[in-house]
């Protein structure tokens, strides 16, 4: 994975830490260092209602509060195999934060609430500001994705077992990329022949091989779509020439794209989706599809902003 190191964003809320253990199972398997990073802007604890102590009364105390909360996290992280964690407390926006820290980084993992979208104050903003301010791919991890469930998966499959030829492409070789669960499950990235697309693209399959799974690109037909042809997507041939140990399948299937991606990943380890940022209400939500594959995928997912390097 180009990149110095992988990223977290870290605010008390158990979405977070969640996050932290995911991305510090990653950066153990490619011997990234760890970056844990809070963005300390008083006094928005007040207003979220986080678990701080009672007697917390200035910023002072609230910056100790952060400092005791990222030697927990960082406990946490080197508990999942991560050996250099570093952790940093920055006065500022959490958001603008995050984005300065991202620099020159693998990736960053910011988490998702429990019920109704992300985390509306800190990893819901935060995560749609990132999106859109970062060079860098974000990858929201979602609610029990980061504990024990599925513990070591990742680090073991491969997810390529039992598939047919059906679906190969210039992309790839045939594999069983649909076939493996949970953390051992294949990286599965939405394609289109675009810009993003192809960013998208090379981020999920450098990501399937530091992994050892497979991966699935799919194409959503939407009707009266411009056809799309595999044969013709350079960048999946540049793709399967570069990593010619992932074992890549292409399928090209009618529907919405949501809906499409969504059952697609039903048993993937990754989604990867391309954010476009077309328009003041997209980039809000940093893009439609993505949002709303972010708020009800079963597994992370990685967003590339439209200015992504991947």
Do not use: K, N
């Not at 949501?258 to 380890?269: F, K, P, Y």
């Amino acid at each position: 994975m180009s990149g110095e190191q992988v990223v977290v964003g870290v605010d008390g809320t158990d979405g977070a830490a969640r996050a932290a253990e995911w991305a510090a199972r990653r950066a153990a398997l490619w011997g990234l260092p760890l970056l844990l990073v809070h963005g300390l802007r008083w006094p928005l604890y007040e207003q979220v209602h986080l678990h701080q102590p009672v007697d917390v009364a200035g910023e002072e105390a609230m910056r100790q509060w952060a400092r005791d909360l990222l030697d927990d996290v960082a406990r946490r992280c080197r508990a999942r195999g991560a050996v250099d964690v570093r952790a940093e407390v920055v006065p500022g926006d959490p958001a603008d934060v995050l984005v300065r820290a991202a620099e020159g980084a693998a990736f960053v993992v910011v988490g998702h609430s429990d019920g109704g979208g992300v985390t509306s104050v800190l990893l819901g903003s935060t995560a749609a500001q990132v999106v859109q301010a970062c060079a860098r791919p974000v990858v929201v991890v979602r609610a029990g994705e980061g504990g024990a469930g599925g513990e070591g998966a990742g680090e073991e499959g491969t997810g390529e077992e039992g598939a047919g030829e059906e679906g190969a492409g210039e992309g790839g070789t045939p594999g069983g990329a649909g076939e493996a669960r949970g953390e051992g499950g294949p990286v599965v990235v939405g394609v289109d022949g675009s810009p993003i697309g192809g960013r998208a693209l090379r981020f999920a399959h450098e990501f399937a091989e530091r992994a050892g799974v497979g991966l699935l690109a799919v194409h959503a037909v939407a009707d009266g779509a411009v056809p799309y042809r595999v044969e013709e997507d350079a960048d999946l041939a540049e793709c399967a020439r570069l990593h010619p140990g992932v074992r890549a399948r292409v399928e090209v299937v009618p529907g919405p794209p949501v809906e499409v991606l969504l059952a697609a990943a039903r048993t993937a380890g990754l989604l990867v989706v391309g954010s476009h940022g077309a328009g003041v209400v997209r980039r809000a939500l940093f893009g439609s599809v993505s949002q709303s594959v972010v708020d009800r995928a079963a597994c992370p997912v990685a967003v590339l902003p439209p200015h992504a390097g991947a």
